[in-house]
């Protein structure tokens, strides 16, 4: 079974600059969450999507980050514009709703 | 602060056995986590244990919760040096709203 893929895996912008991440999350997983984990630090939830819904987004900083999960599939996180405490791993993953995420591998952002 | 709290380093000899700690703060969690995380790689589910339990065996792991004190363990029996890595443990809500700690670093000398 194939896991949770991310991309791309590394990526460095210059402060005020765009990006975007994308996640294709395992086959039949209903549930997708976007994570940022800023290091030294546990991953922090910023979204969770149930199908193509947003069930959490209550850490997401809604003044600069966006996500959508068109078709309840793969999703997309963007950030614009971005700042220098934006550098962080951001991290996908899924899960069927019970008690298990599988996460991806992660894509590392570095925001000079 | 971290709603979830972890000691930050652990460094233990190859073939004792190694006890990370981690304190957390609803008493409504359901679900209590451990997670593993190598250098460049996700996050990975070692196991869990439902606020119900009060212990869970896995072959070399052994997770052990006081919910009196908010207070989860895990037991890695015969560390190895492939189980150098970092260790975050984490809460939910019937797996909603997830809350990580910081992390323990376990460094596993030969």
């Known amino acids: 079974e194939a896991g949770v893929a991310q991309s791309p895996r590394y990526k460095i912008i210059e402060k005020r600059q765009s990006v975007a991440f994308w996640c294709n999350p395992i086959?039949?997983?209903?549930?997708l969450y976007w994570y940022q984990q800023i290091l030294g630090q546990g991953p922090k939830l910023l979204i969770q999507?149930?199908?193509?819904?947003?069930?959490?987004d209550s850490q997401l900083p809604k003044d600069r980050f966006s996500a959508e999960r068109l078709k309840g599939v793969d999703s997309t996180l963007k950030i614009q514009p971005a700042k220098l405490e934006d550098s962080a791993v951001y991290l996908c993953a899924s899960g069927t709703g019970s008690y298990e995420q599988y996460f991806g591998p992660g894509t590392r952002l570095t925001v000079t | 602060g971290e709603d979830v709290e972890q000691s930050l380093f652990l460094s233990v000899r190859e073939g004792d056995s190694s006890v990370i700690n981690c304190t957390y703060t609803d008493s409504s969690s359901t679900y209590l986590y451990w997670y593993k995380q190598e250098p460049g790689a996700g996050l990975q589910l070692l196991t869990y244990i439902f606020s119900n339990m009060d212990m869970k065996q896995d072959q070399r792991l052994t997770v052990l919760l006081n919910k009196k004190d908010k207070h989860l363990s895990l037991r890695i029996a015969d560390t190895q040096t492939g189980d150098s890595a970092i260790y975050f443990c984490?809460?939910?809500?019937?797996?909603?709203?997830?809350?990580f700690g910081a992390g323990t670093r376990l460094t596993v000398k030969p």
């Open positions: 086959s039949g997983h209903a549930t």
């Open positions: 999507f149930q199908n193509n819904g947003v069930v959490d």
């Open positions: 984490a809460e939910s809500i019937n797996n909603n709203d997830m809350r």
